[in-house]
Nanobody, 131 residues
Framework: EVQLQASGGGLVQAGGSLRLSCVAS????????IGWFRQAPGKEREGVSC????????WYDESVEGRFTITSDNVKKTVYLHMNSLKPEDTAVYYC?????????????WGMGTPADFGSWGQGTQVTVSS
């Protein structure tokens, strides 16, 4: 059973930085995608960034490109989301999610897909950016 554990959220001032971690376990394949989603109050869950384990391919939403960086440590089975120059509009609950079925579909240039494309989810971690 695939399990994901997200952590690293907190309260930070605008312009500050945070690093989120997503520890994965139970993967039985070497090629999978791990994505970060976020959901602000009253809004839909949206994709932020995604990384593929086999070749390190990444994708970023335009709202975070240049500010956020996604990395992975395949030995530790951990994916990190390095968030810099944080803005109040980045405030949300952040979730990590995994796709072991069709990982390549998240890197076609059409976006990282919808939450329904990811079969495994971690619990959320709250990120609050004060102005």
């Amino acid at each position: 059973e695939v399990q994901l554990q997200a952590s690293g959220g907190g309260l930070v001032q605008a312009g500050g930085s945070l690093r989120l971690s997503c520890v994965a376990s139970g993967f039985t394949v070497d090629d999978y995608a791990i994505g970060w989603f976020r959901q602000a109050p009253g809004k839909e869950r949206e994709g932020v960034s995604c990384i593929r384990s086999s070749d390190g391919s990444t994708w970023y939403d335009e709202s975070v490109e240049g500010r956020f960086t996604i990395t992975s440590d395949n030995v530790k089975k951990t994916v990190y989301l390095h968030m810099n120059s944080l803005k109040p509009e980045d405030t949300a609950v952040y979730y990590c999610a995994g796709d072991i079925s069709v990982p390549e579909r998240h890197f076609t240039g059409w976006g990282m897909g919808t939450p329904a494309d990811f079969g495994s989810w971690g619990q959320g971690t709250q990120v609050t950016v004060s102005s």
